[in-house]
Nanobody, 121 residues
Framework: QVQLVESGGGLVQAGGSLRLSCAASGNIFSINYMGWYRQAPGKQRELVATITGGGSTHYADSVKGRFTISRDNAKNTVSLQMNSLKPEDTAVYYC???????????????WGQGTQVTVSS
């Protein structure tokens, strides 16, 4: 089994910064891409940013220039540095991982519990 554990959320004023981290553990041979999604109350979960094993990144337009995704392949972790936070960034943030297990199966890791980010105006 594979587990994703997010951390680093909290309450911050608009304009502030937070850094989220996510660790993947379990039956993992290699990880293709890792990413961050978020879900605000009453809204669908949306993509925030992704990063491939080679370091190629993709960002939602709403966070470009403010958020930076990075990963440590050796530790199976992914981070999201969030700067210039806005109230509309308030959401539960979830990480995602597309990986291969030791049996060679391609697996989309189950969602973790998420971490709450609240930005006050």
């Amino acid at each position: 089994q594979v587990q994703l554990v997010e951390s680093g959320g909290g309450l911050v004023q608009a304009g502030g910064s937070l850094r989220l981290s996510c660790a993947a553990s379990g039956n993992i041979f290699s990880i293709n891409y890792m990413g961050w999604y978020r879900q605000a109350p009453g809204k669908q979960r949306e993509l925030v940013a992704t990063i491939t094993g080679g370091g190629s990144t993709h960002y939602a337009d709403s966070v470009k220039g403010r958020f930076t995704i990075s990963r440590d392949n050796a530790k199976n972790t992914v981070s999201l540095q969030m700067n210039s936070l806005k109230p509309e960034d308030t959401a539960v943030y979830y990480c995602a991982a597309d990986l291969y297990d030791y049996s060679g199966r391609s697996i989309l890791a189950p969602w973790g519990q998420g971490t709450q980010v609240t930005v006050s105006s």
